[in-house]
């Protein structure tokens, strides 16, 4: 596993001319201190050489027939569906607790598991969003993104099969509470003008502009949540797809507003794209939760917006 060292990260926003944020919780440690953060993402060199480790969930998101032609060794195949709520108003919702204990159990993730994530052709931010639902059941710290996913293992010449993954077990977790990622709508309306706080808007320019309706099911609107700043989810990685470096990620977040020490509030559509700068954000120490729901849910409740 490589290990991030979050001074790196420190360093690149020194050069920006800032100071190092720390870590959620962390805000009064110096920067060293909070150095022993493991990055959330392995590369294909790395998980090339632990497939055959026995306690690897390595998870493939795409379109299944993608998956049935060729996926990486070992992988088994993931929907979104497969670890949000069932039931609700909204397009995507985290589940409780319970529920989504039984769901990760039932995809072979243990208490001992490490869970490798990747997407099969650009599905960054499902990808992301499946990492998000892994943090707040409490296991961020044993699941990974595979930077570039299969297109980057796929250009390196890596092996790839068609043969369906046997069935394993279903695995054992010890019942956990969902961690503090979530926030919802009175949240953000009474912090994002708050000092200390900046709201991001993921979503593409163009609906952050007003230039596009957003929304889902029956609810669209133009324009973004008053307050907010726009850092478009594709930014966070490169054209190929693998993830820009420290420095190229703190300053995206510099010039979208945030400060050191600042807490960052994301929303997009629907909850989903936003999962890709909340990625990021932890990558490089920002603290940060998820407008679960999103535009769709400030929608719904009919809140004011801005172009």
């Given at each position: 596993?490589?290990?991030?060292?979050?001074?790196?990260?420190?360093?690149?926003?020194?050069?920006?001319?800032?100071?190092?944020?720390?870590?959620?919780?962390?805000?009064?440690?110096?920067?060293?201190?909070?150095?022993?953060?493991?990055?959330?993402?392995?590369?294909?060199?790395?998980?090339?050489?632990?497939?055959?480790?026995?306690?690897?969930?390595?998870?493939?998101?795409?379109?299944?027939?993608?998956?049935?032609?060729?996926?990486?060794?070992?992988?088994?195949?993931?929907?979104?569906?497969?670890?949000?709520?069932?039931?609700?108003?909204?397009?995507?919702?985290?589940?409780?607790?319970?529920?989504?204990?039984?769901?990760?159990?039932?995809?072979?993730?243990?208490?001992?598991?490490?869970?490798?994530?990747?997407?099969?052709?650009?599905?960054?931010?499902?990808?992301?969003?499946?990492?998000?639902?892994?943090?707040?059941?409490?296991?961020?710290?044993?699941?990974?993104?595979?930077?570039?996913?299969?297109?980057?293992?796929?250009?390196?010449?890596?092996?790839?099969t068609d043969r369906a993954t046997a069935a394993t077990p279903p695995g054992t977790l010890a019942p956990?509470?969902?961690?503090?990622?979530?926030?919802?709508?009175?949240?953000?309306?009474?912090?994002?003008?708050?000092?200390?706080?900046?709201?991001?808007?993921?979503?593409?320019?163009?609906?952050?502009?007003?230039?596009?309706?957003?929304?889902?099911?029956?609810?669209?609107?133009?324009?973004?949540?008053?307050?907010?700043?726009?850092?478009?989810?594709?930014?966070?990685?490169?054209?190929?797809?693998?993830?820009?470096?420290?420095?190229?990620?703190?300053?995206?977040?510099?010039?979208?507003?945030?400060?050191?020490?600042?807490?960052?509030?994301?929303?997009?559509?629907?909850?989903?794209?936003?999962?890709?700068?909340?990625?990021?954000?932890?990558?490089?120490g920002i603290d940060a939760v998820l407008y679960d729901g999103s535009f769709e849910d400030w929608t719904?409740?009919?809140?004011?917006?801005?172009?």
């Amino acid at each position: 596993m490589q290990i991030k060292i979050l001074a790196k990260a420190a360093v690149a926003f020194a050069i920006l001319g800032g100071s190092a944020i720390l870590p959620y919780r962390a805000h009064a440690q110096t920067a060293a201190q909070a150095t022993a953060q493991a990055e959330p993402w392995v590369s294909t060199a790395w998980l090339e050489s632990h497939l055959h480790d026995p306690n690897l969930v390595l998870l493939h998101v795409g379109e299944e027939s993608q998956y049935k032609s060729a996926h990486i060794p070992g992988a088994r195949f993931i929907r979104l569906a497969d670890v949000a709520a069932t039931s609700g108003e909204l397009s995507l919702e985290m589940p409780t607790a319970a529920e989504l204990r039984q769901r990760l159990q039932g995809l072979g993730i243990s208490d001992g598991s490490r869970v490798v994530v990747y997407f099969g052709d650009n599905q960054v931010s499902v990808s992301t969003r499946i990492l998000f639902t892994l943090q707040s059941a409490g296991l961020a710290a044993h699941a990974d993104l595979l930077d570039g996913g299969m297109p980057k293992w796929r250009r390196e010449g890596r092996t790839l099969t068609d043969r369906a993954t046997a069935a394993t077990p279903p695995g054992t977790l010890a019942p956990f509470n969902l961690q503090p990622t979530i926030v919802d709508a009175a949240f953000v309306r009474a912090h994002a003008r708050q000092p200390g706080y900046v709201l991001i808007d993921a979503r593409a320019a163009v609906y952050y502009d007003g230039l596009e309706e957003s929304g889902a099911g029956g609810h669209h609107r133009r324009g973004h949540i008053p307050g907010a700043h726009s850092l478009p989810f594709t930014g966070i990685t490169n054209d190929d797809l693998t993830l820009k470096n420290p420095t190229e990620l703190l300053a995206l977040f510099r010039k979208a507003g945030v400060k050191p020490g600042d807490r960052v509030i994301a929303y997009c559509h629907i909850g989903q794209q936003a999962t890709a700068v909340l990625f990021a954000a932890r990558a490089v120490g920002i603290d940060a939760v998820l407008y679960d729901g999103s535009f769709e849910d400030w929608t719904m409740r009919n809140l004011p917006v801005e172009l």
